[in-house]
């Protein structure tokens, strides 16, 4: 019980570490860039799941609201979601130019090209 | 009432700056903004590092929102310090950039640069004065974007693939920072970097805390460049536009370094660093490892940059080994070393800028009679070179001098030994350019005779005569570096 009941920190660890894998594994930029976003989505639930609680409402003051949910973590993850798409954007430029450059987005390939 | 501003003024100026050097798409204009946004912010750094000294830390509240609910930003001895660092390097490097960057980027880009750099001087800054473990995370994206963007912008197509490869491992570095902030705030329930050094001693030996430990180790580690995980810095470096190289070498990884000792010994304090978890053995060994490898690869280097790359490894080495002393004098000789070796570098990736504007590339057979052609220059490297090295008279000197110092009183003399031991190695790698610019004959390659332009000249012979004040004058870098170490090992007890 008490292993299920934390499903998501198992989810979360499964997308960290699948992602994380992709980065290391892949040589194709653009698929390095999906693994990173995919390890930084872990995160985001790491965040966002503990927040919530059953039965609980949004955070709000008046009567027959009692158990209300942490609206903070959902305003950091806002954030973060924020910098997670501009980290990608980012990316995906920088392969566009490295594609320009090289002909190719393959790393071993791009690594070739230079020796 | 300005002056009650400042802590928010030395972020939100050069942020501002930001877009306005984007409306105005003109590259002085821009250039004249972001340099006037760096002098602002260095009298603004300056001033509070003043204020701090008199009458003790600032706590700033952000849109007046008390902490810990709302974000604060705290300037104190080891903030203060690393604010005049951060602000006073942009200071020098933004003047410098004006004829540098005009040579090695397309006209039309120029207004771009001057945009990203007033975000990663912003970044930075932010980085270093809030007291929030989330805003700092925020600030240490923007730094990293704009200096991915900053990195990318090299001539040498290879700078795309280190920009690219710096993107994914700082990356991977601030998402691990961010989990282990997770891990905290779930504990604690606060991100107030305060309110969790008050709260976390009493479940300090938890398993998520001390994961929340090891991921912060483990982010901060791959942004400050901590042997194995630097395999980013060298090229990035390398490519780099000469003043992005500058300013990122002398500030990026130190304010990392800030970052690291902030949470080891504000927040976690120094009983579950060193007791709990064994960190400063880890932090001795990848140190030690650090110093000695990469001193002994930038022996081998072809050119002067790349040289001075993997020196930056192996200085980083000796800071975090002053981290690993866990003691006043280790703290203090990592933190003034922290300092010194930002002019240092900064100096001489600012005199090598000047090398590649003259050469094309400060690649060791473009050096080959160098002193002739440029004498001033060559002149400063082996100034800032011996400071590298740590030759008394030189700040270099004072940071191994506390080092040492920090090792004999622990008792560990073979660890001293490797202090000083390890110059030796730093000996080998400036001598290179001695050997190059005043031993050898001119070839084909080197440049002609002639300085680089006096707008390059100038702050980088700033920055070398930094190199030596603070060899001899230590009344503002080591005492304040002192009494970062206080603060430091003070605050960890509560």
Redesign the interface.
Known sequence: MSALGHYNYWVTVLL?VAG?YI?IARSN?VK??IG?SI??TS?YL??IA?GKLVGGTPPILAEGFRLYSNPL?HV?IL??IV?GV??LA??LA??V??RE??GSIEEDE??EA?R | MTLAQLPALVVVVPLVAAPLALLLRRGLAAWAIATAACLFSFAAALLLAGQVAESGAISYALGSWAPPWGIEYRVDALSAFVLVLVSGIAAVVAPFAWRSVAAELPRDQLYLFYTMYCLCVAGLLGMTITGDA?NL??FM?IAS?SS??LI?LGRD??A??A??QY??LG??GA?FY??GV?LL??MTGT?NIADLAARLPGIAATRPVLAALAFITVGMSLKLALFPLHLWLPNAYAYAPSAVTAFLAATATKVSVYVLLRFYFTVFGVHTVVEVLPMPQILLALSIAAILTASLVAVWQAGLKRLLAYSSVAQIGYITLGIGMASRDGLTGAVVHLFNHGITKGALFLLVGGIALRAGSANFDRLRGLARAMPLTSLGIVIAGLSLIGVPGTAGFVSKWYLVLGAVEAGRWWLAALVVGSSLIAVAYVWRFVEAAYLAEPTAATPGRGEAPFAMLAPAWLLVAACVWFGFDTSFSAESARRAAVLLLGGGAR
């Open positions: 960290m994380l980065v930029l390095k860039l990173l390890f930084q995160v790491l965040y503990p973590p950091l954030t973060a910098v501009a980290t980012l990316g920088i392969v130019r490295i450059a090289y791009i690594l230079d | 989330f995370f925020v994206e974007l991915y963007v990318a197509r290879r795309l693939l920009s690219y993107l994914v990356t991977i998402t961010v989990i997770g705030y779930l991100l």
